[in-house]
């Protein structure tokens, strides 16, 4: 079974409303990684939140971590037509790999 | 300026073929990697190589053989290509290891169509 699911799998707003995406585990990690795939391209990183971090910011992104929940999620403010994209969190356990969630495709409607 | 260049981009072919993917990064990396993301968008780990050693082979058929000539490079061979190979091919790459909070920068990807 897969270590990441994101949720939901599709979300559709209109530009300049905020977007949320939750990314759920299933097994204790080092850190969890957002990286952004717009169609047809490939992925790209986004931010990185260690486990013992609760929250970070990169410019319109802020991404929370809670590890009792095992669950993350990605917030996205002031969103832009250029945002549309698929969403994936991805998680590293420390078995020399990235596993990446299921994704969220996130339409932003001008 | 690539970063991380595949070629080729589209690769139509048919069943029973043997082609290959290739995979340069120009970022100084020691670690390269092969995933496959299927018509769902669901990404999975293939290979993964460090310094031309190889790390990570995920439970992949055989007929996929990855070569690593140097620490910028890494290919990946595909035997008797199945209908079920149809997929995206992404190779990234990243500074180290995987661990440590290392990030990864991915190539642009190789559509193949297996007919």
């Known amino acids: 079974s897969q270590q990441g699911e994101e949720d939901p799998q599709a979300l559709s707003i209109q530009e300049g409303e905020n977007a949320t995406m939750n990314c759920s585990y299933k097994t204790s990690i080092n850190n969890l990684q957002w990286y952004r795939q717009n169609s047809g391209r490939g992925l790209v990183h986004l931010i990185l939140?260690?486990?013992?971090?609760r929250e970070k910011h990169s410019g319109r992104l802020r991404v929370t971590l809670d590890t009792s929940k095992k669950s993350s999620s990605l917030l996205i403010t002031a969103s832009r037509a250029a945002d549309t994209a698929s969403y994936f969190c991805?998680?590293?356990?420390?078995?020399?790999?990235?596993?990446f969630g299921t994704g969220t495709r996130l339409t932003i409607i001008p | 300026d690539t970063a991380v260049s595949q070629t080729p981009k589209y690769l139509v072919t048919q069943m029973g073929n043997d082609k290959s993917i290739k995979c340069e990064q120009n970022?100084?990396?020691?670690?390269m990697y092969w995933y496959k993301q299927d018509s769902k968008k669901f990404l999975k780990i293939m290979f993964s190589?460090?310094?031309?050693?190889?790390?990570i082979n995920e439970t992949v058929p055989n007929r996929f053989s990855p070569k690593s000539p140097d620490k910028a490079h890494l290919n990946l061979h595909i035997n008797s290509l199945e209908l079920g190979d149809s997929a995206v091919y992404f190779c990234?790459?990243?500074?180290?290891?995987?661990?440590?909070?290392?990030?990864?920068?991915f190539g642009p990807g190789t559509r193949l169509l297996v007919l």
């Open positions: 939140i260690r486990s013992n971090e």
């Open positions: 190589y460090n310094n031309k050693e190889l790390i």
């Open positions: 991805a998680t590293d356990i420390g078995n020399e790999k990235l596993t």
């Open positions: 970022l100084g990396h020691d670690t």
């Open positions: 990234a790459s990243s500074q180290a290891r995987t661990g440590a909070g290392e990030t990864q920068y």
